[in-house]
């Protein structure tokens, strides 16, 4: 199946800091990219949509100045948590869809552990 | 709104034994199902989905699951399973209206023991 990666896989940082993660599609050109958020035990919520070039659709409750979202090209979303606290700390994942029918798999990143200090 | 309910955390089972992981939903609206496979250090795989006709599909690896809209339940099952099914399992729904929406469920572990 099409690959997706994630970068960093975890990461810690000290609170008020700035923190990119990055989502790249590998074999694929993905038309929307998904971020998500899993606390532990917990499933995952759906934070963001983006589609390349466009402005991410945020889901209710997330602070979009707090997780700035970047759909930069067809292969590459970036996620940025800025001025992170320690409630942010977190298993992010995100996914990609090659297209926009329903029919077109989403492909899963393997997540990025956060832990703010 | 939509939501999906995984009533066991962990499962755990013997080598060559059957297993049934449970998946309950509760939505207003018509949802399309999946069920999703997530193995140490790697993304969410699709197991298998449904999208319309059939309510028992067949999924990659040997399982199958059956949607029962009474219920409102769309349990994952395999018949005999491997030491190599160990993993989370989580179970997701999307709404027809809004495919890109999924809902989760919390996840279930799979211990396969032999």
């Known amino acids: 199946g099409a690959v997706v990666s994630q970068h960093p896989s975890r990461v810690i940082c000290k609170s008020g800091t700035s923190v990119k993660i990055e989502c790249r599609s590998l074999?694929?050109?993905?038309?929307?990219m998904f971020w998500y958020r899993q606390f532990p035990k917990k499933s995952l919520m759906l934070m963001a949509t983006s589609n390349e070039g466009s402005k991410a659709t945020y889901e209710q409750g997330v602070e979009k100045d707090k997780f700035l979202i970047n759909h930069a090209s067809l292969t590459l979303s970036t996620l940025t948590v800025t001025s992170a606290h320690p409630e942010d700390s977190s298993f992010y994942i995100c996914?990609?869809?090659?297209?926009?029918?329903?029919?077109?798999?989403?492909?899963f990143g393997p997540g990025t552990r956060l832990t703010v200090l | 709104a939509q939501s999906v309910t995984q009533l066991d955390s962990q499962v755990p089972v013997f080598e060559e034994a059957p297993v049934e992981l449970r998946c309950n939903y509760s939505?207003?609206?018509?949802?399309?199902l999946f069920w999703y496979v997530q193995y140490p250090n790697q993304g969410l795989q699709l197991l298998l989905k449904y999208l319309s006709g059939s309510t028992l599909v067949k999924g990659i690896n040997g399982f199958e699951a059956e949607f029962n809209k009474s219920q409102t339940s769309f349990h994952l099952r395999k018949p005999s399973v491997h030491i190599s099914d160990t993993a989370e399992y989580f179970c997701a729904v999307t709404p027809k209206y809004n495919f890109n929406k999924f809902y989760f469920g919390s996840g279930t572990k799979l211990n396969v023991k032999p």
């Open positions: 939505s207003s609206v018509s949802v399309y």
């Open positions: 996914s990609a869809r090659r297209g926009t029918s329903l029919t077109d798999t989403q492909y």
């Open positions: 074999d694929f050109q993905a038309t929307t």
